[in-house]
């Protein structure tokens, strides 16, 4: 069962739209790399694609020891939508944030909203990866999807936790 607690993580906060580019692929990444090893080969195909082989190796490592250090040493699991739902669940809003401030270079903010996700021990170094993941995204370049771009509004109340 579900605590109200982790209920709010998925409360619908905005639209993915209403991010930028590096902090709308950081959430739709973090969906993509939770729903399964098809969706994570997508995100080594975008990832390759982009940046080439050795430098899609280091941000694919970054971003997964990013999800790992999350879901291992959390305050509770990441609340996530689907990965094609257009909404903004207020756990993803915190991610986006986090991700879009380290890659500013603000490491004192960035690790302050790190201890929202995880420990606060285990923040400076998720402000880290953060950092090498948002400085990936960065040089790909990113916007957000057409698909996600639309004035359709589409809530689930059931989002999907990450493990």
Known sequence: MTSAREKRGGAPVGFIAEL?????????????????PESQESVWNDFAS????AQ???ALKSFENLCSLCSKHGRRPLMRH??????LGSDEACFANFIGTAVTGDRDDSILIATLLVRPDVAPLLASLA???GLALKRMNLRVPKRMAGKEQTFHTQPAILH
Request: with cysteine; aromatic share 10%.
């Open 50 to 53: 982009s940046l080439g082989p």
């Open 131 to 133: 950092t090498e993941f």
């Open 82 to 87: 689907s990965v094609n739902c257009k909404c």
């Open 20 to 36: 930028d580019g590096i902090e709308a692929a950081s959430v739709i990444y973090l969906r993509l790399w939770c729903d399964g």
């Open 56 to 58: 899609a190796r280091k």
